[in-house]
């Protein structure tokens, strides 16, 4: 199911494989154009400085580090987010929280309601 306008961008920062490769196969399913996956903070940061995003789906721990300083980069060029972490939003440090978060283990479902939310897109 396509999110209202095929052909977004979706940055993905996700370190394991696995994941990565599951949320592009969703994504591309929803019509979307997955870019990434981005596996360490650096990598993420110097996708957020030289591309451009609809949105982005941040592991909250890669690589043993915190996602947010892609989180504030992301937030300063008006990208929505959408967190994904096992802890669901209970995780999340309380400066971050009402973003839209998923919990995994995630399904195609969620992830596109996600996107939706944090893209403004309503669902008809």
Known sequence: MNIEKSGRRVLVVEDES?????LET??????????GPAATIDEALKLVDSEMFD???LD????????FPVARAL????IPLVFSTGYG??????????????QKPFTE???????MSALGVKRV
Do not use: H
């Open 89 to 102: 939003e209970g995780g999340l440090p309380e400066t971050w929280r009402g973003r839209p978060t998923v």
């Open 18 to 22: 696995l994941v990565a490769m599951l």
């Open 60 to 67: 909250v721990n890669v690589a043993g580090q915190p996602v």
């Open 55 to 57: 949105a982005a789906l």
């Open 75 to 78: 937030e300063a060029r008006g």
């Open 26 to 35: 969703m994504l591309e399913d929803m019509g979307c154009v997955p870019v």
């Open 109 to 115: 479902a969620v992830i596109r309601d996600a996107l």
